[in-house]
């Protein structure tokens, strides 16, 4: 089938086009979808309506020099997720190649690479060589690993570093590489790669610990160590947190290797800080594409993950006139599925006029048909949420005539980090989430984060519950896609005291489900 087309599937008489939750389409008629047009706006849900030649390079955010069969999803996923939210600003697509044009003159094993190796245990820059380097550290879980992983990227952009990539246990059976012709994964042989696991804010290169041993020290006179390890965990302290004033990524520039482990997305933060602004402003017009356009970009699963998607996309939401993600992430203790959770999800879900209504009167037996159908995506450790939900739309019909089916890929019943499988189940629950038009996420969750970022897609958010008790409201819109930075710095770098960094400017404002995080918005809505 040619880029453009797609196979029409023709309903017949006992033909479902919407099949029950248990069913998989078998034969060759399954549709593989090759469009941008929104379904939502079809009229009489016909998606066959318009359909448009596929972006595979999303208006220039990807390179045209991967080879295709080696990865799949990155020329592919444009048949699957909506059009990007905006166009990308030239200035970014610019940098982008530049940058690619940086990580292979740069990358692992260069000439330039080696030179720069040389310099590990000295102090400051006297290498000949012109590339620096940061290095990310896998540390966390996945969704955790994503938004650091696009965080790391932004600044390594901004500081005209080259990202390499700690592959840990499992990155490279995730993710395909994303930039052309050179690997981003740190080789093996890496000087102190074996010690990662070990770093922390007590580490003797560690940058917070260096700043606290010379209190007394003007910055701009110290020389720091050819490596300096950033520590940006949720534990860091003040003195870790001086990475985010301009006058500590001026001395920070000079060391050539800086290794960095975080579990948050600090993008926000960048924002702040004065010689980044005008920088930012040219890449990001709309400041709360960052991760919409830098995941795109980065984000690319590999061949078997690809697999896993678009079996489960093709076999059971393709058909549907809309598409509707629901992300259940349950921090209570104990044993669910927990009534007050149901409760919170079919409030907000019918409240916003996600789901219809039903009609629960005994003696109805069915509705006028509608050709309307919704594909409900479910994801959560757990099937009980699922289960309970399927059955209430199988054992009522719908006041529209809707037709309601329910769909959970898989049920792990507990996160496991360190499993290959694991994440990659996860990795494709997290894109097929992305694939909605219309996505409910859960507070704190970074896998809700990463779908709805991926999708463009401001998410209904499911406010958190108190003494397992339903809120009222349930959720409520978020004011942008961006991720939370649930761990911000509440510093005035000039003034050396405590300030909001929630209100020095407007396009950084607290999140919706977490008081005390920070989130870009555009300063448009």
């Known amino acids: 089938m040619g880029q453009g087309s797609a196979q029409r599937f023709e309903e017949q008489p006992g033909n479902e086009i919407d099949p029950p939750s248990d069913a998989v389409i078998e034969g060759s008629d399954v549709w593989i979808p090759q469009w941008n047009s929104d379904p939502v706006d079809s009229k009489d849900g016909d998606l066959h309506r318009d359909i ?18 080696s990865c799949l999803s990155r020329y592919n996923s444009a048949s699957y997720q909506r059009k990007l939210a905006y166009q990308p600003s030239s200035y970014l697509i610019s940098k ?17 690479y080696n030179k720069t ?39 390594a952009l901004l500081t005209n570093r080259v990202l390499l990539v700690d592959p840990g246990t499992d990155m490279a059976d995730l993710f ?6 050179v690997s981003w994964f740190l080789p093996q042989d890496f000087p102190l790669k074996h010690k990662f696991s070990k770093f922390n804010h007590n580490s003797p290169n560690c940058y917070g610990k260096i700043m606290k041993n010379n209190r007394s020290t003007d910055p701009s006179g110290m020389i720091l160590p050819s490596l300096v390890y950033l520590h940006l965990v949720h534990d860091y302290d003040d003195d870790d947190k001086l990475f985010f004033c301009d006058q500590h990524q001026s001395l920070l520039h000079q060391s050539p290797w800086l290794v960095m482990k975080t579990d948050n997305y600090f993008v926000p933060s960048l924002f702040l ?19 919409h356009f830098l995941g795109r970009y980065l984000i690319h699963p590999v061949n078997s993950v690809w697999g896993l998607i678009t079996r489960y996309y093709q076999a059971y939401l393709a058909r549907a006139s809309e598409r509707i993600g629901i992300q259940i992430r349950v921090f209570d203790t104990g044993t669910g599925p ?30 006028a048909s509608s050709r309307k159908s919704k594909a409900v995506l479910i994801t959560s450790l757990t099937a009980g949420y699922f289960e309970k939900l399927r059955d209430i739309y199988w054992e009522n019909p719908t006041v529209t005539g809707e037709r309601v089916s329910f769909y959970q890929p898989s049920h792990e019943e507990h996160q496991q980090t ?108």
């Open 52 to 69: 448009e030649a596929v972006d595979k390079l999303l208006s220039g955010l990807l390179s045209a020099k991967h080879e295709e069969g």
């Open 338 to 367: 927990f009534q007050h959770i149901l409760d919170q999800v079919l409030d907000c879900t019918l409240k916003e006029n996600l789901l219809p209504q039903t009609e629960r009167r005994t003696n109805v037996v069915g509705l």
């Open 96 to 112: 982008l190649r530049s940058y690619e044009d940086l990580h292979k003159r740069c990358g692992v094993y260069t000439e330039s």
């Open 418 to 525: 360190e499993k290959s499988i694991h994440n990659q189940k996860a990795l494709a629950e997290m894109y097929l989430l992305s694939t909605t038009n219309v996505v409910v996420t859960s507070s704190w969750s970074t896998f809700g984060y990463v779908a709805q970022g991926l999708g463009g897609l401001k998410p209904w958010i499911l406010y958190k519950p108190e003494n397992r008790t339903a809120p009222n409201p349930p959720c409520g819109r978020a004011m942008s896609m961006e991720p939370c930075f649930h761990a911000p710095p509440f510093y005035d770098c000039k003034a050396k005291k405590g300030v909001d960094t929630g209100k020095l400017v407007p396009h950084v404002r607290h999140c919706e489900d977490m008081a005390w995080g920070l989130k870009l918005v555009d300063q448009q809505d």
């Open 117 to 155: 190796l040389e310099q590990l245990g000295s102090n400051g820059s006297s290498s000949s060589s012109d590339c620096k380097y940061v290095v990310w550290i896998s540390f966390s879980g996945l969704g955790n690993r994503i938004l650091t992983l696009a965080s790391a990227f932004l600044y």
């Open 176 to 181: 395909c590489e994303p930039f052309p012709e």
């Open 273 to 291: 800080i004065p010689s980044f602004e005008k920088e930012l402003h040219d890449l990001f017009p709309n400041k709360d594409t960052v991760f």
